[in-house]
């Protein structure tokens, strides 16, 4: 019987870490004209996609990272009508947005038009719900250009990018954020995919640094995902009304309540609120971002 291939993640090569999927098939590879994209089966996780060597999305955990990138801040807000996805290709974040019926508008901006092609055939469970909502609204464009160029005002912001490597680069610097808050309309709540603070650290420090500059509150919280390796997954946050990090368990509830109680696979009203209590080697992080 053949060897089975091995792909690694090559994200974390600096630290001398590797982790490594055995592939059972893969179903599609590519440089498209931004990454290199490899979608292959694995028999625990399901689908795993890849890019530049750093795990995306897998079917069997993505519901954690997606669920948590998308009630926390929408519900957090309250009031939100007007919702920007920058990145997001695989549209998993859109058809979390979309759960929530108050939502009147939906718009992804995202730089590769071949990712949210191949997702179509890949990952319907996502684009088949989007794609056919009638407030959805995708845009591809490098979402610096957009963020700096839109007159349009935004509730919530949802930052699913890439790593900081490549075309995702732009999206960790002080220019996208503060284009970000230009876009942002007046009691707005951002959120951004800020890496692994555990083998990241920095990552989270300096967008934080920044987001301080440019908003009264800025934080972070945190979940746990499988694949996406190194313990806590941080989740970066910036808003003008600091109360809105601080919401009563019963508040949450009730807003919960209100937009439907839709299925959740991890994130609950409890898990929001305590999602905000931070390791202390993370609130160091933190910290060390005010200085
Ligand atoms: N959840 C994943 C993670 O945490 O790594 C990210 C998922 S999503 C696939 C990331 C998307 O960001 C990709 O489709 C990529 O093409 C897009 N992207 C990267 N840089 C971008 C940019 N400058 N503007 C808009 N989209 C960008």
Redesign the pocket.
């Known amino acids: 019987m053949a060897e089975k291939r091995w792909i690694a993640e090559t994200l974390f090569d600096e630290l001398g870490f590797r982790m490594t999927f055995a592939v059972e098939r893969v179903l599609y590879e590519t440089r498209?004209e931004?990454?290199h994209l490899v979608l292959f089966e694995h028999k625990h996780f399901g689908k795993v996609?890849m890019?530049d060597g750093?795990?995306?999305?897998t079917t069997r955990d993505e519901f954690i990272?997606?669920e948590m990138?998308t009630h926390v801040p929408i519900l957090a807000h309250g009031r939100a009508r007007e919702v920007l996805i920058?990145?997001?290709?695989?549209c998993?974040?859109a058809e979390e947005v979309l759960k929530h019926t108050s939502i009147a508008r939906l718009t992804q901006?995202?730089?590769?038009a071949s990712?949210?092609e191949f997702?179509k055939q890949h990952f319907p469970e996502f684009t088949a719900p989007v794609l056919s909502d009638p407030r959805f609204d995708l845009v591809i464009?490098?979402?610096?250009?957009?963020v700096a160029e839109t007159d349009r005002r935004f509730d919530v912001i949802i930052v699913?990018?890439?790593?900081p490597q490549?075309?995702?680069?732009?999206?960790f610097t002080r220019e996208f954020y503060a284009a970000c808050k230009r876009c942002m309309a007046p009691g707005g709540v951002m959120v951004t995919?800020n890496g692994v603070p555990f083998f990241q650290p920095d990552e989270l420090i300096a967008s934080l640094r920044h987001l301080r500059e440019l908003f009264a509150d800025a934080a972070c919280y945190v979940a746990a995902i499988p694949t996406?390796v190194g313990g806590h997954?941080a989740m970066g946050w910036a808003a003008d009304d600091p109360q809105l990090r601080h919401l009563p368990v019963q508040t949450i509830a009730d807003r919960y309540a209100e937009a439907g109680r839709f299925p959740t696979g991890y994130w609950t009203p409890e898990v929001h609120k305590a999602a905000f209590a931070l390791p202390r080697f993370i609130a160091e992080h933190v910290a060390a971002a005010g200085q």
Request: hydrophobic share 35%; aromatic share 6%.
């Open positions: 498209t931004h990454q996609l890019l750093a795990t995306q999305v990272y997606h990138m920058v990145g997001g290709g695989d998993g974040i901006v995202e730089i590769d990712v949210v997702s464009d490098d979402g610096m250009n957009y699913d990018s890439t790593d490549g075309p995702g680069k732009v999206l995919q996406y997954m």
